[in-house]
């Protein structure tokens, strides 16, 4: 709780962007860059969404590990 799990750039933001966009049409929560989001039950969706993009990305791992462990996230924006 409270640890630093993973950090998105401007970059990596752009590239995962579309699966943001499909999570917020799906749940209608959405990771805002500049604002926080807890993210729980909704987890499997935007794993889905992020896997769809068949991009390299670390925060797939993270957010696979916290789903198992039946966890939350938390995005904090800038």
Known sequence: ????LYQ??????GVLQPAFDRFRQRTGSFVDP???LI???????????I???KVETD???VLEACRN???AIVFVGD
Not at 40 to 48: F, T
């Open 39 to 49: 993210v729980d039950a909704q987890l499997s969706v935007l794993i889905s969404e």
């Open 34 to 36: 500049y604002g926080d």
């Open 8 to 13: 998105i750039d401007d970059q990596a933001y």
């Open 59 to 61: 925060l797939l791992t």
């Open 1 to 4: 709780m409270g640890r630093l």
């Open 69 to 71: 462990e039946c966890g």
């Open 51 to 53: 896997a769809k993009l």
